[in-house]
């Protein structure tokens, strides 16, 4: 029996994954894909892994492949800490730790038969397009389905072949927008958030997926619920320092609620109590 | 005024230029006798893609209100490549710096795509509010809304642009 053999002892214990593809999205993000045959991951849109770079350490970070597509398992990384940027360095051929998947994932069956709104700034779009790959292939059963989403300049877009081929598809309304930008951008510039009004889409009967910053999300909750969105219907995805992925361990606790196992994904009622919260 | 593009000969008629304002997000819930009066400084017009609706330092003549098209409102150093603020687009309102001494507009506004909008004439809108208090409040308070709003977006704006997220 090799190591890539090697039966997992627990949801604590990663199993081995050879990375085969690395993906530059942007100067300081990456997709690592790995080709789970031996140990495939069944998961669902909105779902995390902990992924372990051996010698160096383990990050929470959200599945951004297709569901429906067990042979590829998709991680959408930024450098912002040591085993960020240690994956961002990793090569085809590195193995990697992965354990999962963990979380709550998108409601997804509660838009069926509504309008599904999703907004995503910056790297926040991996974490949702799982969610948009699912959607699509279930095109029938939504109403509208509509993208706005946002990044700090054109540089900073990530998934820009998904982009560039859900603005060709009729079956998505894809709205991009940046926060700066020079000439030669031809697109929108300014937040996410000031599309909200105007975008096409049936407010009472529409389900909203967001993720990003929090800021971001707080303000398109404010703009959606203003515009006639029921906060209910309106689900964020929140981020702290996940340790365990289980809800044991307590790092990644938002007062009541571990983000681990009782999210990520939230409604707006769940966590608009606790997100101005300084203390916390 | 636009240094590029000529009036529509549709704004020739007032009836459908009166039409045409009240239309407009901007002046959604206004009383019709103010629109109506509003109407009276409007003009419509259309810029091609380059055009200029509004040039840095010069003299803030009229409150714009976007029909169609993309704008973009750029700041530029001389000799450098233009920075891109933001975009506005048809349904938005375009400038406040006609209401405030010095009258001189603080940026560029450049159209990204064929424009349509309506101008209105801010010597003549200064004197109609001044004339009737309740249309001034109630012009001031529209203004104000969309600064409030836009120092909103620039501060979400500058908290995206600083922020680092951690995924």
Known sequence: MTALDAPTRGTLTSRPYQITTVRHQTHDIVTVDVAPQQYPIAFRPGQFDMVYVYGVGEAAISISSDPATPGLLSHTIRAVGWVTRALNDLQPGSRIGIRGPYGRPWPLEEAEGKDLVVIAGGIGLAPVRPAIVEALRHRERYGRIVLLTGARSPRDLVFRDDLDRWHADRGIDVHVTVDSAVRGWNGRVGVVTKLIPRVPFDPENAVVLTCGPEVMMWFSAEALLKRGVPPERIYVTLERNMKCGVGTCGHCQLGPRFLCRDGPVFSWPEVTGLLGVREL | ?167
Do not use: K, N, Y
């Open chain 2, 1 to 167: 005024m636009p240094e590029q593009g000529q009036a529509r000969l549709t704004s020739g008629d007032p009836d459908l230029l009166r039409v045409v304002l009240a239309g407009h997000p901007f002046c959604a819930d206004l009383d019709v006798e103010h629109v109506a009066a509003m109407s009276a400084a409007t003009s419509e017009r259309e810029l091609p893609v380059g055009g200029f609706v509004l040039r840095r330092g010069q003299p803030a003549e009229a409150l714009t209100l976007l029909l169609d098209g993309d704008v973009s409102l750029e700041l530029t150093e001389p000799g450098g490549e233009p920075i891109v603020l933001e975009t506005l687009h048809g349904g938005d309102p375009l400038g406040w710096s006609w209401l405030f001494p010095p009258h001189r507009w603080a940026f560029d506004a450049r159209c990204l795509t064929p424009v349509r909008l309506l101008q209105l004439d801010a010597g003549q809108l200064r004197a109609l509010m001044s004339a009737d208090p309740v249309f001034g409040l109630a012009l001031t308070q529209r203004i104000g809304q969309q600064v409030v709003q836009r120092l909103q977006f620039t501060r979400a704006q500058l908290v995206e642009i600083t922020h680092h997220d951690r995924t």
